[in-house]
């Protein structure tokens, strides 16, 4: 958690490498200390056949989906750095946007959370980082 999914026309990803874009939606998104660093994702998907609206050309929309808990203000301010940075970087797209949804915790699962050996709920529990203290604890 979080999620950021970008799609994108694919000349976009002519214009600057799928690395770059995604290393700036991560790098933003860390800058904001919403989340831990090694829980966010990002991925992209270019497309190749897409109709937009007159003398438009190109375009970039970011899903975020992120666990629930964030103020308004924090996910407005997320959604403004991001398309902030990526207006610095493409400043001449015809559509760039980003919309941020929530996961709801009571409905949300993960491997972490099925895990026998997590007893607490936590949903970063991993099995190696227990093995590891309980050895050193021997």
């Known amino acids: 958690m979080p999620h950021f999914i970008i799609d994108c026309s694919e000349d976009i990803i002519n214009i600057k490498t799928p690395g770059e874009i995604m290393h700036a939606i991560y790098e933003v998104s860390d800058a904001t200390q919403l ?17 937009l609206g007159a003398d438009k050309k190109n375009f970039i929309h970011i899903f975020g989906y992120i666990m629930e808990g964030r103020t308004t203000e924090q996910k407005a301010d997320l959604s403004k750095k991001i398309i902030t940075r990526l207006n610095e970087m493409f400043p001449d797209i015809s559509i ?24 607490s709920g936590d949903r970063h529990f991993n099995p190696q980082k227990k093995v590891k203290n309980n050895e050193t604890k021997t």
């Open 35 to 51: 989340f831990a660093e090694n829980d966010i994702k990002v991925r992209i998907n270019p497309y190749t056949h897409f109709k």
């Open 96 to 119: 760039l946007s980003m919309n941020i949804s929530e996961f709801d915790k009571a409905t949300y699962c993960n491997e972490a959370l099925i895990h026998t050996l997590n007893t």
